[in-house]
């Protein structure tokens, strides 16, 4: 039995990373315009602490402006909605990002809706969730974005394709099936409620994993020859005091059936940040009414 192509996110995201750098250097030269994301910290969590670490030497590698803000975790949240007041009216920030998830006395939704839209690069606002799900321009969520350009390296048009997502979350779920059905795919959402997910999930050319639940997916869960996106990150125990990161397939048996899948880690995790840098300067070429892919 073969096995199954393995999607390299390192170097697709790296890829995207090249090519945004590019866009961005023709941005500045042609039309003095440096793209600027802002990037906002609450707490001391150490994963999101390495994640917007990476975030900021990422974006000052591409060539755009990088601002960083961090709060004590006890900070209030007016404190919090006074910053995105301010980055709201800077013209030197083109997108903002707020690291979720924020401690539990801040209103996260009343965060997010505080963003302007047209900075929001996280894609969460409702104004860009509403304009994803009704077919318009908007900035996209980078995840979800990042799954569709990893699927389309294997097959570049999804059209008719038979699309299951398991998970059902705001974050990831309902984005990626939104992006999906406007690919033309036909997609179906499972979650803990679905009857017979196997059955369900071996109907699917692609298969988009993000329910957070460490090997959850088997082989035999999978069409053979499909293409399996795994969203999930979870560390496990791996005997001792050594742990692990494995996703939401498990990847060895499902790689004996699939006809290509993306790793964890460096699969799905390494797009994130290149589609983030991809919206920022997506963000800028729409404040000033241009257009990102003629640059």
């Given at each position: 039995?073969?096995?199954?192509?393995?999607?390299?996110?390192?170097?697709?995201?790296?890829?995207?990373?090249?090519?945004?750098?590019?866009?961005?250097?023709?941005?500045?030269?042609?039309?003095?315009?440096?793209?600027?994301?802002?990037?906002?910290?609450?707490?001391?969590?150490?994963?999101?602490?390495?994640?917007?670490?990476?975030?900021?030497?990422?974006?000052?590698?591409?060539?755009?402006?990088?601002?960083?803000?961090?709060?004590?975790?006890?900070?209030?949240?007016?404190?919090?909605?006074?910053?995105?007041?301010?980055?709201?009216?800077?013209?030197?920030?083109?997108?903002?990002?707020?690291?979720?998830?924020?401690?539990?006395?801040?209103?996260?939704?009343?965060?997010?809706?505080?963003?302007?839209?047209?900075?929001?690069?996280?894609?969460?606002?409702?104004?860009?969730?509403?304009?994803?799900?009704?077919?318009?321009?908007?900035?996209?969520?980078?995840?979800?974005?990042?799954?569709?350009?990893?699927?389309?390296?294997?097959?570049?048009?999804?059209?008719?394709?038979?699309?299951?997502?398991?998970?059902?979350?705001?974050?990831?779920?309902?984005?990626?099936?939104?992006?999906?059905?406007?690919?033309?795919?036909?997609?179906?959402?499972?979650?803990?409620?679905?009857?017979?997910?196997?059955?369900?999930?071996?109907?699917?050319?692609?298969?988009?994993?993000?329910?957070?639940?460490?090997?959850?997916?088997?082989?035999?869960?999978?069409k053979p020859g499909a293409t399996v996106i795994d969203v999930g990150i979870n560390r496990i125990d791996d005997g001792?005091?050594?742990?692990?990161?494995?996703?939401?397939?498990d990847f060895a048996s499902a790689a004996k059936v699939a006809g290509a899948i993306t790793p964890v880690p460096g699969?799905?995790?390494?797009?994130?940040?290149?589609?983030?840098?991809?919206?920022?300067?997506?963000?800028?070429?729409?404040?000033?009414?241009?257009?990102?892919?003629?640059?």
């Amino acid at each position: 039995m073969s096995q199954a192509t393995i999607i390299d996110g390192k170097s697709i995201a790296a890829d995207l990373r090249k090519k945004v750098g590019e866009q961005t250097a023709n941005l500045i030269r042609e039309h003095g315009i440096t793209p600027g994301l802002a990037v906002v910290l609450v707490g001391e969590d150490p994963a999101s602490q390495v994640y917007v670490r990476n975030k900021g030497r990422q974006t000052k590698k591409a060539g755009m402006q990088s601002f960083e803000h961090r709060f004590n975790a006890d900070t209030s949240e007016d404190e919090l909605l006074n910053l995105i007041a301010k980055l709201n009216a800077d013209d030197a920030v083109n997108g903002i990002l707020v690291q979720l998830p924020l401690p539990d006395h801040i209103d996260e939704d009343r965060v997010i809706e505080a963003i302007d839209p047209a900075k929001d690069v996280d894609g969460f606002h409702p104004i860009n969730v509403g304009k994803l799900s009704t077919g318009q321009p908007a900035l996209t969520p980078c995840t979800p974005l990042g799954c569709i350009m990893l699927a389309k390296s294997i097959t570049p048009d999804l059209s008719g394709l038979n699309a299951v997502v398991i998970g059902r979350s705001n974050i990831v779920g309902k984005p990626v099936a939104a992006l999906l059905l406007a690919e033309s795919a036909t997609v179906t959402i499972a979650h803990s409620r679905t009857r017979d997910l196997p059955e369900l999930a071996r109907t699917a050319d692609i298969l988009i994993a993000a329910v957070g639940r460490p090997e959850m997916i088997t082989g035999d869960w999978i069409k053979p020859g499909a293409t399996v996106i795994d969203v999930g990150i979870n560390r496990i125990d791996d005997g001792g005091e050594k742990t692990r990161l494995v996703g939401d397939v498990d990847f060895a048996s499902a790689a004996k059936v699939a006809g290509a899948i993306t790793p964890v880690p460096g699969g799905v995790g390494p797009m994130t940040i290149a589609c983030l840098l991809r919206n920022t300067l997506h963000a800028a070429c729409m404040k000033a009414g241009l257009n990102m892919d003629e640059l």
